[in-house]
């Protein structure tokens, strides 16, 4: 996708391969009904004929994938031509890659940030942010303490009960960041539908990334913290 495209959301007007008749977009040819290629520079987003916003509903969506899982299905086409036949099967493939990358929120801001060039696929800051400095390195002096313990056979149960308490309350900081990350995802969409301000749709985007990055790196405190609970 160009960028005046990733910005605008808008793609140019098509030509049906089939019939020539020219129409906005789609799946399908308004005028002949021939299954179309995906068009260049589409997204996900516009798979299912969407603006890129992140407020989406989820029943929508699913009835809209379940909708063009029937369409594009390639039992509809087992009497056509080859190119249908294939174009059938890689519309497949991409409904499938796009539900899976807008059906939950947080896939769905990784995406529009990646679209966007914010954010490389699988792209995460693991730093500590600095109000959680001292919280992380007394997790941390607990941890090692947790494995010598198990390690010298010693007992564990106050280092567990402790190590415990310290992952609710990770897990209670995850929760806040998802709230804000809804929050952020609120104000990008308000700054998509306002009039063109590039300032506020990068800090909006800006935002977002920020959020995901402290995302990753509580959810992974968590994780880490069940995993040595786990094994102790």
């Known amino acids: 996708m160009s960028v005046t495209q990733a910005k605008s959301g808008s793609l140019p007007a098509l030509q049906c391969w089939s019939c020539q008749a020219a129409f906005p977009g789609g799946h399908f040819c308004p005028a002949c009904g021939k299954i179309q290629p995906l068009p260049a520079g589409a997204d996900y987003f516009s798979f299912f004929e969407w ?6 509903d989820d029943g929508a969506l699913e009835s809209r994938f379940l909708k063009l899982s029937w369409k594009l299905h390639p039992d509809n086409f087992v009497r056509a031509s080859e190119f249908e ?11 499938n890659d796009a539900y899976r990358a807008l059906r939950e929120p947080v896939s769905r801001v990784e995406y529009l940030l990646e ?6 696929e699988g792209q995460t800051k693991q730093q500590a942010p600095p109000e959680l400095l001292e919280e992380v390195f007394e997790l941390n002096e607990s941890l090692d303490e947790l494995r010598e313990a198990r ?8 280092l567990r009960e402790q190590l415990a308490a310290a992952q609710r309350n990770f897990q209670e900081k995850l929760e806040e960041v ?3 990350l809804a929050a952020a995802a609120r104000e990008w969409d308000a700054a998509l539908e306002a009039p063109a301000d590039e300032t506020k749709r990068k800090a909006a985007l800006a935002k977002l990334n920020e959020l995901l990055n402290r995302r990753a790196y509580i959810r992974n405190l968590v994780a880490g913290v069940q995993k040595e609970l786990t094994e102790a």
Do not use: Y
């Not at 603006?51 to 989406?56: A, E, N, T, Y």
């Not at 036949?85 to 409904?95: C, K």
């Not at 390690?151 to 106050?158: R, S, V």
């Open 51 to 56: 603006p890129q916003k992140l407020s989406i």
């Open 85 to 95: 036949r294939n174009l059938s099967l890689e519309r497949s493939s991409q409904l």
């Open 115 to 120: 679209l966007r060039g914010v954010r490389k």
């Open 151 to 158: 390690a010298e056979g010693g007992d564990t149960a106050a």
């Open 178 to 180: 998802d709230r804000d």
